[in-house]
């Protein structure tokens, strides 16, 4: 096993966002990495416990020409890059009821305008895909016909391969307790297992971002860690839902998909929590079958099969925060990816990667992304 104690670049968390990272630099010729992550594994925390889709449609105009962008990459990934098909191109309907209804025109018009493929429905053509929704649930819907789920363990061991042949180095089970900052440069980190070197310390580091950046002494920006619940139970008997796409519901605050011959099922939950690994409450799984039986009431189990929740992080304005601090030299933001993180792996690990290597990228106006928006006045 390498021990060197120096390396050009350290990622301090080895989620989609640090092996995405550490991906696209190897690519562009910078390979001397080493990516730290806390757990004993890649992926335990945000990244192996999302829903992973595809969802090209955002409120935020930033956050969904990331998704259109990331849409790209995972669609149509370099040859070689992955041995299975990253998407399943199942679809994504977003149903639309009351005064949600009155976004639904604006929604599409930003669809078209970023030149992703959807279909209007009526109520009952929704109802056709997805015959157990209750009809008077909702007015119309909205499909991406093009978008669906996200292989996650393809992806992320795709990443961390092709970054591993070119020289990248994972070290699992090593905390970072402090970051060397030498004449407002980061110098290294202090682990527990001792002293590494580098040119620059990236902070990828999820739900923990916020303590990496504080050890740091870098920007002060609220990162928020929120929590998401998933369970997944049998479907009911005799009815066929492998055929159906995922299904969103913002009106009822819920969302549903096919899920290893069963149903996935979220309340959407965003509640603030403190960095931990987090535990599915059962109060919000009791909330999540109750609107669920408003809205497609013979989905409704009658026992689970897994329940489990993540920590996703959100900078204040909802936008990612990627770019070099404004305060110390060296410290690099790769983090508030939201619930986003995967979908958009493909767009901001390039720009990323172009800031790092280049100073600078043709992909995005970073300047949308740069920590120092929250320092102006």
């Known amino acids: 096993m390498d021990e060197r104690s120096r390396f050009e670049v350290i990622i301090i968390g080895a989620g989609i966002a640090g092996a995405s990272?550490?991906?696209f630099l190897a690519e562009r010729g910078l390979t001397d990495i080493l990516i730290l992550e806390r757990e004993q594994q890649p992926a335990y925390h945000?990244?192996?416990?999302?829903?992973?889709?595809?969802?090209?449609?955002?409120?935020?105009?930033?956050?969904?020409?990331l998704k259109v962008?990331?849409?790209?990459?995972?669609?149509?990934?370099?040859?070689g890059f992955c041995e299975n098909p990253i998407l399943q191109p199942s679809g994504i309907m977003v149903l639309f009821r009351g005064p949600i209804l009155q976004l639904l025109d604006h929604a599409a018009s930003g669809l078209?305008?970023?030149?992703?493929?959807?279909?209007?429905?009526?109520?009952?053509?929704?109802?056709?895909?997805?015959?157990?929704?209750?009809?008077?649930?909702?007015?119309?819907?909205?499909?991406?016909?093009?978008?669906?789920?996200?292989?996650?363990?393809?992806?992320?061991?795709?990443?961390?391969?092709?970054a591993?042949?070119?020289?990248?180095?994972?070290?699992?089970?090593?905390?970072?307790?402090?970051?060397?900052?030498e004449r407002g440069r980061c110098a290294g980190v202090?682990?527990?297992?001792?002293?590494?070197?580098?040119?620059?310390?990236?902070?990828?580091?999820?739900?923990?971002?916020?303590?990496?950046?504080?050890?740091?002494g870098a920007a002060p920006i609220r990162l928020q860690p929120r929590r998401r619940t998933i369970i997944t139970f049998a479907g009911p008997q005799g009815v066929e839902i492998a055929g159906w796409p995922f299904v969103v519901s913002e009106a009822d605050r819920v969302y549903f998909?096919?899920?290893?011959?069963?149903?996935?099922?979220?309340?959407?939950?965003?509640?603030?929590?403190?960095?931990?690994?987090?535990?599915?409450?059962?109060?919000?799984?009791?909330?999540?079958?109750?609107?669920?039986?408003?809205?497609?009431?013979?989905?409704?189990?009658?026992?689970?099969?897994?329940?489990?929740?993540?920590?996703r992080t959100f900078a204040p304005d909802g936008v990612p925060v990627i770019g070099e601090d404004p305060l110390i030299g060296g410290f690099f933001w790769l983090a508030g990816l939201g619930g986003f993180g995967i979908e958009t792996s493909g767009a901001y690990g390039q720009i990323a990667a172009d800031l790092i290597v280049h100073g600078k990228t043709d992909l995005f106006d970073s300047a949308l992304l740069a920590p120092s928006r929250f320092l102006r006045t």
Request: proline residues 6%; glycine residues 8%; charged residues 25%.
């Open 46 to 65: 945000a990244t192996g416990r999302s829903a992973a889709s595809l969802v090209e449609l955002d409120p935020n105009a930033t956050v969904q020409q």
């Open 164 to 181: 591993s042949k070119r020289g990248a180095m994972i070290r699992t089970g090593v905390e970072v307790r402090g970051i060397r900052v």
């Open 21 to 23: 990272l550490a991906y």
């Open 257 to 311: 998909a096919p899920e290893s011959g069963g149903l996935l099922l979220s309340p959407m939950d965003e509640e603030p929590f403190e960095p931990c690994d987090a535990r599915p409450d059962d109060l919000v799984i009791a909330q999540a079958l109750d609107r669920l039986a408003s809205l497609a009431p013979r989905l409704v189990p009658k026992s689970l099969r897994r329940k489990w929740a993540g920590l």
């Open 112 to 162: 078209e305008r970023a030149g992703v493929r959807f279909e209007l429905l009526s109520a009952s053509e929704a109802v056709a895909r997805v015959p157990e929704l209750s009809l008077g649930r909702l007015d119309r819907a909205l499909l991406l016909s093009e978008d669906g789920r996200i292989d996650v363990h393809e992806f992320l061991s795709s990443y961390i391969r092709h």
């Open 69 to 79: 962008l990331g849409g790209g990459f995972v669609r149509n990934p370099p040859a």
């Open 190 to 216: 202090i682990t527990d297992a001792g002293e590494i070197q580098a040119r620059l310390v990236v902070d990828a580091a999820g739900a923990w971002a916020g303590t990496i950046s504080k050890l740091a």
